[in-house]
């Protein structure tokens, strides 16, 4: 696998696996991470997942007898034993259908993993009875993973029949090498090619392309544009909170499908320095996510708002943001100024009494675009505290001048596109690269490199 290069010359590998996006390799399924991680999806993920089918409403016994829905069931069957909740999800769809299912039978619910069924088995069996009913099998199935194949992989370099990382097998007549251990404990459970390239169409249907924090999706056909932050989707629902907050050229056209695979976060629907007042009066400055409170009329005036910008929110839509410092008669530029030196044209932002330096021109027209700085002389640069240099927003695609790798900004840091496929694949457009210099982008932290099947964050 190789880095992504703005002039399409390959250099540099990368030593990450393809994963079955764009076609199955039997020798190589998911990654361990995508098997292990506990935390790859919360309750309200999963239940995002769960409402497309029956599975959204149903409650059951868990493996303990408790009364709990099937969410939940899978949660903590996922955090208990160590596994992904992914994996599980695709698990119960490649088994019994169950997550898109509407109508399942008994039959599917008692049997949700396929644990402890094989192929010649019967499941009137009385000892299989003590593994039937979904919450036994949601909880069997990850700890036949984690505490079963992962645990003999790592103890004796293969599970107790003949998978493990790097051994030659022959599935259906075909040799396959396992290439981690993810790859031969799936192998260990469903011995068969086909249903393990089943496994590998819904993962890579539901979880193949995550896209980074910061990236803009907009269904196809559709008009409304969501913002991608911590698996969430987060409707932009005014033009103008679009257009103030984030760059619509980097809007991604992207299918339904790939939009219905995040849950709706909280919505985006005031331009950034609104001024909201809630149903108790009170006025707050809106500051990206965060409202601050105006502590006075006092301040209100003295800072220049004017109460036509005011916007009338309810006491709810108040609560839905996170809580900042107030804004008093102490707080300088709580709005935030561009100001550019006299002397060298340097450029500083200034918000709060600190100053941040803007190193690149690109940087300044991602922040700030059609704003021009106020010319002024270093004595009033100089009264403010000095901040860390400002970054490029996420979501933005950049190169630096002589480093031809090309990166996505997502948490702040810079993520190498591993592959030109990867980058169509997500949809960029190479028109919105940006090019910084290269002492720009090192401000940047790097990240870890970015593939078609990469974790959100």
């Known amino acids: 696998m190789q880095r992504l290069l703005a002039t399409l010359a390959l250099s540099s590998l990368i030593l990450t696996p393809l994963s079955s996006a764009l076609a ?51 949660l903590r069957s996922a955090q208990s034993a160590g596994v992904s909740p992914k994996f599980l999800l695709v698990l119960l769809q490649k ?60 103890a004796n370099g293969k599970t107790a029949g003949k998978y493990g990382p ?43 392309q995550n896209y980074p924090d910061g990236s803009l999706l907009q269904a196809v056909g559709s008009a ?52 909201l007042e809630d149903e108790e009066s009170n006025i707050y400055l809106l500051v990206d996510d965060t409202l601050r409170k105006i502590a006075s009329d006092d301040v209100f005036n003295s800072i220049g708002f004017s109460s036509d910008e005011i916007v009338n929110i309810t006491d709810t839509e108040r ?17 935030g100024q561009l100001y550019q030196l006299k002397t060298n044209k340097a450029i500083y932002y200034v918000r709060d009494g600190v100053r941040q330096v803007i190193v690149d021109p690109a940087i300044l027209a991602a922040r700030f675009p059609n704003q021009t700085p106020t010319p002024v002389d270093s004595v009033v640069i100089e009264q403010y505290k000095e901040g860390k240099a400002l970054l490029l927003p996420d979501g933005n695609l950049v190169k630096g001048a002589t480093d031809p790798t090309v990166y996505v900004i997502t948490g702040g840091m810079r993520r190498a596109i591993d592959s030109e496929a990867t980058f169509l694949g997500f949809g960029w457009s190479w028109s919105n690269i940006l090019t910084i210099s290269d002492e720009a982008l090192a401000l940047h932290p790097l990240g870890a490199v970015l593939s078609a099947n990469s974790a959100a964050k």
């Open 95 to 154: 088994e019994q259908s169950l997550v898109e299912d509407t109508a399942p039978t008994q039959n599917q619910l008692d049997w949700a993993t396929g644990y402890g069924v094989c192929d010649d088995c019967s499941k009137s069996d009385s000892a299989l009875a003590r593994w039937q009913g979904f919450g036994k099998q949601v909880n069997s199935a990850a700890l036949q993973f984690s505490e079963g194949y992962l645990a003999d992989i790592a």
């Open 319 to 335: 609560d839905g943001y996170t809580m900042g410092d107030d804004i008093t008669s102490s707080t300088i530029a709580p709005t």
């Open 224 to 275: 409304g544009v969501y913002l991608i932050q911590d698996g969430y989707r987060r409707p932009i629902t005014s033009h103008s909170a679009l257009t103030s907050r984030f760059n619509a050229a980097n809007i991604i056209q992207v299918s339904q499908t790939i939009l219905n695979n995040y849950p709706d976060g909280t919505p985006i629907s005031f331009p950034n320095y609104s001024l």
């Open 166 to 208: 790097d051994l030659a097998v022959k599935i259906d007549s075909t040799t396959v090498t396992p290439a981690n251990a993810a790859t031969a404990a799936l192998y260990a459970y469903t011995p068969h090619l086909h249903g393990n390239q089943n496994f590998a169409a819904i993962w890579d249907r539901w979880f193949g």
């Open 24 to 74: 199955f390799d039997p020798n190589y399924i998911i990654s361990d991470d995508d098997l292990t991680n506990p935390f790859a999806l919360d309750r309200n993920q999963i239940q995002a997942y769960l409402d497309r089918g029956y599975l959204g409403t149903y409650r059951t016994t868990d493996s303990a007898g408790v009364m709990r829905y099937a969410a939940d069931i899978i």
